[in-house]
């Protein structure tokens, strides 16, 4: 378990750290704006689009080897994002990042779901969601440490190149201690051999790279013309679905679409797409305002966003062990801790000028880190607590590739809302961090929405099996 959590740790981190580093990597390689946006979107792209076929072959082939080789090419791409001398080659080496990322994700969700029996899953998935939490929120500070020992010149590159040695350990302790194939068969049932459906992986991964393109490279791309990939993707989405519907007659096709009739997963994954729309996309504009308009260092920036990770950490632990006794509402609570922790960083913003705005947003962002540790491991518990494990590294997939689709939508919508006021207002750092902020909180307040209407169909749905004797 320790071991697939710190490989996890290492690929979600750089979901972020590396927000500290784009003034310098900026100044260095000379990155325009739509660079910058590709060095972390096409991070989360390409993770995402690689989670799913991932999860299915670790459920298909074994995750040892899957979750080993992931590494791996993960520790690879970080060396070579380090050495980058341009754009392209830092760009291109955070795609293969992403996708190597994408391929290790799902085979921990799977060995967790392999390793523990149900009633046991709330605490390793409460660890889960604390490596989640915890790997989001202390990048910017591990980040700025970083440049602050290294320079602003080298130091973004020692971003990467830390990952290289844990890599190398993560790999070895690997080989030592993960199972090489499931103690028991899945849920009592006899082991299946399955095919990957790669028509399914094929049209799921044209989908997605239609929807989010337009919205990555909206500032690149100039014209109307952009947004006619979006319909495109949402038809090849449809065919995608067609396709699955039709192949899971005579095998087992990539997403199991009976998955989201249960309750709980459907309603689970909307809400972890939502909700990673808008707290990531928090530290992508929050992380500039702080360097680019406050004047702060690297390590000042990383040290500010630290309140809501240590909240994250804190809460997250909490939630996976009370998740059992409190169930959806404890999620809904969470998201509403986000919301007004977000909110009331927009009003110290308003009433607090000067640099000493980023230290008196810490309380706010404090109260939003606890709400986001009682949103993340709560929900991936429920979510696949009714998942079957002969299908957890496929579920686990779907679900964190609706995040990672939420978290390059988020950082496209809320950076998009952030430069286009920048340039409108001449300047105003704090008039553009307000507005993207009101995009994020967007984002929380529907997810708060589908879980509060989880949360009354629940107790609907138990009120009436109450009445059911008594009739």
């Not at 697939?4 to 704006?33: E, H, Q």
């Not at 199991?256 to 309603?267: N, Q």
């Not at 308003?350 to 709400?371: E, Q, S």
């Amino acid at each position: 378990m320790s071991v697939a959590l710190v490989a996890g740790f290492m690929t979600l981190l750089d979901v972020s750290i590396v927000n500290v580093a784009l003034p310098s990597i900026r100044a260095d390689l000379d990155l325009s704006s739509g660079e910058l946006q590709w060095v972390l979107s096409g991070y989360a792209l390409t993770f995402g689009l690689l989670l799913v076929p991932a999860g299915r072959f670790g459920d298909a082939r074994g995750r040892r080897n899957v979750f080993i080789a992931g590494v791996a090419g993960f520790t690879l791409a970080s060396a070579a994002a380090g050495l980058a001398g341009s754009a392209l080659a830092l760009v291109v080496a955070r795609l293969v990042q992403g996708a190597a990322a994408g391929v290790v994700n799902p085979q921990v969700s799977g060995l967790i779901q392999q390793l523990f029996e149900p009633r046991e899953r709330g605490k390793p998935f409460g660890l889960l969601g604390a490596t989640i939490g915890v790997s989001t929120a202390v990048g910017p500070l591990l980040g700025g440490l970083l440049i602050a020992v290294f320079g602003a010149e080298s130091g973004w590159r020692w971003i990467f190149y830390i990952n290289v040695p844990i890599g190398i350990a993560a790999i070895l302790l690997a080989l030592r201690y993960l199972p090489r194939a499931a103690a028991r068969p899945a849920d009592g049932q006899a082991s299946e051999r399955r095919t990957l459906d790669p028509v399914g992986v094929l049209l799921l991964g044209v989908g997605v790279l239609l929807l989010l393109l337009p919205l990555v490279q909206e500032r690149e791309w100039h014209g109307p013309a952009k947004w006619l990939l979006i319909p495109a993707g949402l038809a090849v989405l449809g065919v995608f679905l067609a396709w699955e519907r039709r192949y899971a007659r005579h095998a087992t096709p990539v997403i199991e679409l009976g998955l989201f009739r249960v309750r709980s997963y459907a309603f689970g994954a909307v809400i972890g797409l939502l909700y990673f729309a808008g707290f990531p996309a928090l530290f992508f504009i929050y992380t500039l305002f702080l360097q680019n308009g406050l004047k702060y260092s690297a390590l000042l920036a990383g040290v500010a966003v630290t309140p809501f990770a240590v909240g994250g950490a804190v809460a997250s632990a909490l939630g996976g062990r009370i998740v059992e006794r409190y169930g959806r509402p404890l999620v809904a609570a969470g998201l509403a801790m986000v919301a007004a922790g977000l909110g009331a960083v927009v009003v110290v913003l308003h009433f607090v000028p000067g640099r000493g705005a980023g230290w008196a947003a810490a309380l706010p962002l404090l109260v939003a880190g606890v709400g986001g540790g009682f949103v993340i491991s709560p929900n991936q518990t429920l979510t696949l607590s009714e998942v079957p494990v002969r299908r957890a590294g496929s579920a686990g997939a779907v679900l964190q590739t609706g995040q990672r689709i939420g978290t390059a939508v988020g950082i496209a919508a809320a950076g998009t809302v952030f430069f286009a006021q920048l340039a409108s207002t001449g300047g105003s750092w704090v008039l553009s961090l307000r507005y993207a902020l009101c995009v994020a909180v967007g984002f929380v307040l529907i997810a708060l929405v589908a879980a509060i209407i989880d949360v009354r169909v629940d107790r609907r749905r138990h009120r009436e099996r109450e009445l059911e004797p008594a009739a």
